[in-house]
Antibody, heavy 119, light 110 residues
């Protein structure tokens, strides 16, 4: 069955970077794009960026331009996100989500990775 | 302020029908972009209920339906059940911000 398994919770100091992995299984990895979405406590989900299927095209939210990077390791069926210059406002649960082909709908989600930014 | 506006809360009794609206603008829903709907239980990831405004993924009951008109979209839930109590979010693309989510609606089953 389709699964997206993310790396574990992180606690970081302000100014640090965090890298989260999202390992896919149960489907043809390169056939689907992946979104990264975060959700601060009590807030709506917030889109951060995506990596396209079949190629290395990426798109990032302007809000995170310059400090957010998505990468992919096809040999490991894993997508990564890295966010640098962490601030307390970056405290949130970060999700990867598979994008339905031909749609913007995200049909499978990772379990979420909690990132806490605190000094 | 969310680009997509949802009512903060709706409620209904078991068995009733409720609708949740999602109002956008000419740069997102009004520009022809489709709408997705998700349900989120506390501490869990969102679950896709409706994609491309009207389609249900496999496994989602027919009690859930979506529609879109003009700058708005709606999610309708019939035969309300206690397990439907959750937060619901709409999601679309926007020509300026690329991908946007609504502010969320908390559904209470009375």
């Amino acid at each position: 069955q389709v699964q997206l398994v993310q790396s574990g919770a992180e606690v970081k100091e302000p100014g640090a970077s965090v890298k989260i992995s999202c390992k896919a299984s149960g489907y043809m990895f390169m056939d689907y794009a992946i979104h990264w979405v975060r959700q601060a406590p009590g807030q709506r989900p917030e889109w951060m960026g995506w990596i396209n299927r079949g190629n290395d095209n990426k798109k990032y939210s302007q809000k995170f331009q310059g400090r957010f990077t998505i990468s992919r390791d096809t040999s490991a069926n894993t997508v990564y996100m890295e966010l640098s210059g962490l601030m307390s406002e970056d405290t949130a649960v970060y999700y990867c989500a598979r994008v339905l082909t031909g749609s913007d709908g995200c049909d499978f989600w990772g379990q979420g990775t909690r990132v806490t930014v605190s000094s | 302020q969310s680009v997509l506006t949802q009512p903060p809360s709706v409620s209904g009794a078991p068995g009733q029908r409720v609708t949740i609206s999602c109002t956008g603008s000419s740069t997102n829903i009004g520009a022809g972009y489709d709408v997705q709907w998700y349900r989120q239980l506390p501490g869990t990831a969102p679950k896709l209920l409706i994609f491309d405004s009207v389609h249900r993924p496999p496994g989602v009951p027919g009690r859930f339906s979506g529609s879109k008109s003009g700058i708005s979209a709606s999610l309708a839930i019939t035969g309300l059940q206690a397990e439907d109590e959750a937060d619901y979010y709409c999601h679309s693309s926007d020509s300026s911000l690329t991908v946007v989510f609504g502010g969320g609606t908390k559904l209470t089953v009375l």
